[in-house]
């Protein structure tokens, strides 16, 4: 086994590229440069599983050792993945299961140094010392880039993907949840859940008179595994109800607005998704 390095700097906080390398369009974008097409379905917390997936559905499954949000990601990978299943360990895997990959990130001056280092077999020290270099330069262009495209924000939970599917589309179960703090609520919800379908839910404070409608209309659905749809302002929306381990991941990528924070932006949607997992737990 070899240890290969590879470092880059990026004009960038350190925030920034962090999720430019985890956040999903941008982790789709700069692992171009292995595979097109490829992604990753994860909770992205330490301890948990990861897959590793091509278009085709196969790929590599992986433990994430180490998850220190700005700082460090280490993945220990264990083993492969064909149509979308992982595979038992053979001979040929067991020689290179346990080896990691590791992603760290410091901050001087706004300018974040990111060092990539990765246990190779011999006969894949050619392939990563060819593709890693370009991948670096990918997520340099993302996070360099002034524009914001997109923000992920993601919950896991332990519950069928039926359940999780109605308690988000359901208008019942909507307007107990589609709040980020408890100072407001969803008083009316309406959702018509099919494509060229609409949706509207009243948001409003309690305690002050600010009320307004988050609206949008529906461009594609996958039963119990997507959702894509465009706010009433053109901004682009994808939800994924991914499995992992009889857990469901759901993910939501959105597209920003111009007047708030991306931080505020991505830390609001957040808390609407932990106030749905707190419902659907109830």
Same mark, same amino acid.
Request: net charge negative.
């Given at each position: 086994?070899?240890?290969?390095?590879?470092?880059? #700097?990026?004009?960038?906080?350190?925030?920034?590229?962090?999720?430019?390398?985890?956040?999903?369009?941008?982790?789709?974008?700069?692992?171009?440069?292995?595979?097109?097409?490829?992604?990753?379905?994860?909770?992205?917390?330490?301890?948990?599983?990861?897959?590793?997936?091509?278009?085709?559905?196969?790929?590599?499954?992986?433990?994430?050792?180490?998850?220190?949000?700005?700082?460090?990601?280490?993945?220990?990978?264990?083993?492969?993945?064909?149509?979308?299943?992982?595979?038992?360990?053979?001979?040929?895997?067991?020689?290179?299961?346990?080896?990691?990959?590791?992603?760290?990130?410091?901050?001087?001056?706004?300018?974040?140094?990111?060092?990539? #280092?990765?246990?190779?077999?011999?006969?894949?020290?050619?392939?990563?010392?060819?593709?890693?270099?370009?991948?670096?330069?990918?997520?340099?262009?993302?996070?360099?880039?002034?524009?914001?495209?997109?923000?992920?924000?993601?919950?896991?939970?332990?519950?069928?993907?039926?359940?999780?599917?109605?308690?988000?589309?359901?208008?019942?179960?909507?307007?107990?949840?589609?709040?980020?703090?408890? @100072?407001?609520?969803?008083?009316?919800?309406?959702?018509?859940?099919?494509?060229?379908?609409?949706?509207?839910?009243?948001?409003? #404070?309690? @305690?002050?008179?600010?009320?307004?409608?988050?609206?949008?209309?529906?461009?594609?659905?996958?039963?119990?595994?997507?959702?894509?749809?465009?706010?009433? @302002?053109?901004?682009?929306?994808?939800?994924?109800?991914?499995?992992?381990?009889?857990?469901?991941?759901?993910?939501?990528?959105?597209?920003?607005?111009?007047?708030?924070?991306?931080?505020?932006?991505?830390?609001?949607?957040?808390?609407?998704?932990?106030?749905?997992?707190?419902?659907?737990?109830?």
């Amino acid at each position: 086994m070899k240890k290969l390095e590879f470092k880059i #700097s990026i004009n960038a906080p350190k925030e920034k590229v962090w999720y430019s390398l985890w956040d999903d369009e941008n982790y789709e974008n700069w692992t171009k440069a292995f595979c097109n097409g490829s992604y990753a379905i994860s909770s992205w917390e330490e301890g948990s599983k990861i897959h590793f997936l091509s278009p085709s559905g196969g790929g590599m499954y992986s433990k994430i050792n180490e998850s220190k949000p700005f700082e460090s990601m280490v993945f220990a990978h264990i083993g492969n993945i064909d149509n979308l299943k992982e595979l038992p360990l053979d001979e040929e895997t067991k020689q290179w299961t346990g080896c990691e990959e590791r992603y760290t990130l410091t901050e001087e001056n706004v300018v974040t140094t990111l060092i990539l #280092s990765v246990d190779s077999l011999e006969q894949y020290v050619a392939f990563f010392e060819d593709s890693f270099p370009k991948a670096l330069e990918n997520i340099k262009a993302i996070a360099e880039n002034p524009v914001v495209k997109s923000i992920s924000v993601r919950t896991t939970i332990d519950a069928s993907v039926e359940k999780v599917w109605d308690f988000f589309t359901q208008p019942e179960h909507i307007t107990k949840w589609n709040f980020a703090s408890d @100072d407001w609520h969803c008083p009316t919800a309406e959702n018509n859940l099919k494509i060229g379908g609409t949706f509207k839910y009243a948001m409003a #404070s309690k @305690d002050e008179p600010i009320a307004f409608d988050f609206e949008g209309t529906y461009e594609a659905i996958e039963n119990y595994k997507k959702i894509v749809y465009k706010i009433s @302002d053109g901004r682009k929306v994808i939800i994924k109800f991914d499995i992992l381990d009889e857990k469901v991941i759901l993910t939501e990528t959105f597209e920003p607005e111009n007047i708030h924070s991306v931080e505020l932006q991505r830390n609001g949607w957040q808390a609407i998704l932990d106030n749905f997992k707190k419902h659907i737990n109830q």
